[in-house]
Nanobody
Framework: QVQLVESGGGSVQAGGSMRLSCVASGGTSSIECMGWFRQAPGKEREGVAAFGGSGTTHYADFAQGRFAISQDRSKNTLYLQMNSLQPEDTAMYFC???????????????WGPGTQVTDAS
């Protein structure tokens, strides 16, 4: 059973940067793709970025050019570097893992508990 734990959230001023981390454990050889999703209050969960087994990446339009997803396989860790953060980026950010697909659709099989990113402006 894959387990995911996010870290790195907190409060950030508009225009600031933040890096989220997600450590995967237990059955990680089953993972083909890992992604970041977010859910703002009163809104549906949406895909942010995904990182496939072949190194391919996918970004939501709002993340393109501001966010960067990366992975350190030696540490079973997924990262999301977020720059030029804006108040609308305030949300709970979730790490997710999929057995065999890599999209921004939230049909992933494994999910972390989330880490909160909040606008401090």
């Amino acid at each position: 059973q894959v387990q995911l734990v996010e870290s790195g959230g907190g409060s950030v001023q508009a225009g600031g940067s933040m890096r989220l981390s997600c450590v995967a454990s237990g059955g990680t050889s089953s993972i083909e793709c890992m992604g970041w999703f977010r859910q703002a209050p009163g809104k549906e969960r949406e895909g942010v970025a995904a990182f496939g087994g072949s190194g391919t990446t996918h970004y939501a339009d709002f993340a393109q050019g501001r966010f960067a997803i990366s992975q350190d396989r030696s540490k079973n860790t997924l990262y999301l570097q977020m720059n030029s953060l804006q108040p609308e980026d305030t949300a709970m950010y979730f790490c997710a893992a999929h057995r065999n697909r890599c999209t921004l659709v939230d049909n992933y099989g494994w999910w972390g508990p989330g880490t909160q990113v909040t606008d401090a402006s």
